[in-house]
């Protein structure tokens, strides 16, 4: 957590092998991307911003496609449950370009079920979500975690972070100001007033 520019963005990437650290050392499950970058990628999965989506293609090609490029086992049967799973049998034939924003972003996190990674990075991914696409994010999420996947996501949203996370990180221009296990709303709103003024920021 934290105001728009504190890092959060950053460090998922940085995780996520999309950019190299101009300092410091990182490591994921103990290996260190600069060295063993196809290992550290192997083990992740990175839904940000963008549904990285190809918007012609309808969810299945697209989950096809995926499914394809990481030689997922047993492929067809995954991306039914897939979609069953984020509710979208019934628009799985349509291209995704006419998708709500909600349903992209079940449709990528469809995508992202299919790899069954060992860490989940997600960037601020209720964004723009309808308290129905919103719910079903929840559900999976907590789901993820019960199956001992590692989710780390971004949020703005304190009663976000109270259900689904056990641990925080605020963030303030690039460094961690406060880390703990999360206990209530009013402990991180607590934190994120005593960050530092930022430049138009919003915690």
Same mark, same amino acid.
């Given at each position: ?139 999976? *999420? ?9 989710? *780390? ?22 460094? *961690? ?27």
């Amino acid at each position: 957590m934290g105001p728009n520019g504190a890092g959060k963005t950053t460090l998922l990437r940085l995780c996520a092998t999309l950019v190299a650290p101009s300092a410091g050392d990182l490591r994921v499950f103990g290996i260190d991307p600069a060295s063993d970058g196809p290992a550290v990628r192997a083990t992740i999965a990175y839904l940000g911003h963008e549904s990285q989506l190809y918007g012609d293609l309808n969810a299945i090609e697209n989950l096809n496609f995926t499914a394809r490029l990481h030689r997922v086992e047993n492929a067809e049967a995954a991306i039914a449950v897939a979609l069953e799973r984020c509710g979208l049998v019934g628009a799985s034939r349509r291209p995704v370009r006419t998708y709500s924003r909600g349903m992209q972003q079940r449709c990528a996190l469809a995508r992202v079920l299919l790899l069954r990674p060992r860490l989940l990075l997600l960037d601020e991914p209720s964004t723009g979500l309808d308290s129905e696409a919103k719910a079903t994010l929840h559900e999976i *999420v907590t789901e993820l975690r019960r199956a001992k996947t590692t989710v *780390v996501l971004t949020t703005h949203d304190s009663a976000e972070a109270v259900r689904l996370c056990e641990a925080a990180a605020v963030l303030s221009r690039g460094r *961690v100001h406060w880390h703990g296990r999360i206990e209530n709303e009013s402990q991180l709103a607590e934190q994120l007033a005593a960050l530092p003024a930022s430049r138009g920021g919003q915690p």
